[in-house]
């Protein structure tokens, strides 16, 4: 089994929709979750940090960790076809914050 | 701009060339990474510097030599890979002990092609 569990995709949605991306993982010592985005032949760009459980939101993002299901998700709110790129969780846990675990990505197009 | 430089972004070289990708992180930061990324997989780690020290190498073939010459400064000496070496390459940094320390920030990344 992995650490880290991604639906590789593709997901393909209308403009406007909300997209939900999601991340399972068994590690129950990650306290640490981020998601990076990643355009096509560019390299990952920090998303969303968030420590532990709960809900994050910037604009029309929002991270929410559910450390008791081992569970991780990000929505995106009206979603634009400039959001179509590869969506990358990766999490880590204390002590070991050189190393990040990531899943494979979820590929997203917008369509307009 | 990310703040982490890396040239060249695209090599195309033989399985007997030597080479040699480069990283400058602007950042201030005291640890910087390679990641290896191929398609359909997760990325891989291969090198970790902190304060120009490499304190972790994942198993990787001695084909690739990383080397750093400060905290702002990250090569990777490349040289009789092999065609499954072909991916996109990525330099990251860090900032340790600090709010969000577990958060890297990446490159643009060097595709590296293996003919």
């Known amino acids: 089994q992995k650490e880290v569990e991604q639906d590789p995709g593709p997901l393909s949605v209308p403009e406007g929709a909300i997209v939900s991306l999601n991340c399972t993982y068994s590690n129950s010592a990650f306290q640490y979750f981020m998601w990076y985005r990643q355009y096509s032949r560019k390299g990952p760009e920090l998303l969303m940090y968030?420590?532990?459980?709960g809900n994050k939101e910037d604009g029309r993002f929002t991270a929410q960790v559910d450390k008791s299901s081992k569970y991780i998700s990000l929505f995106i709110r009206d979603s634009q076809p400039s959001d179509s790129a590869t969506y990358l969780c990766?999490?880590?846990?204390?002590?070991?914050?050189?190393?990040?675990?990531f899943g494979s990505g979820t590929q997203l197009t917008v369509l307009p | 701009e990310t703040g982490v430089t890396q040239t060249p972004r695209h090599l195309v070289m033989g399985m007997t060339n030597k080479k040699s990708l480069k990283c400058e992180q602007h950042?201030?930061?005291?640890?910087m990474y390679w990641y290896k990324q191929s398609a359909k997989k997760p990325l891989e780690l291969m090198f970790v510097?902190?304060?120009?020290?490499?304190?972790e190498n994942n198993s990787v073939p001695s084909r690739f030599s990383p080397e750093c010459p400060n905290s702002s400064h990250l090569f990777l000496h490349l040289h009789t890979l092999q065609p499954e070496d072909s991916a996109l390459y990525l330099c990251?940094?860090?900032?340790?002990?600090?709010?969000?320390?577990?958060?890297?920030?990446f490159g643009e990344g060097s595709w590296l092609t293996v003919v």
């Open positions: 510097y902190n304060f120009k020290e490499q304190t």
């Open positions: 990766a999490m880590s846990a204390p002590g070991s914050a050189r190393q990040l675990t």
């Open positions: 950042l201030g930061h005291n640890a």
């Open positions: 990251a940094s860090r900032q340790a002990g600090t709010e969000g320390s577990n958060t890297i920030y």
């Open positions: 968030t420590y532990s459980s």
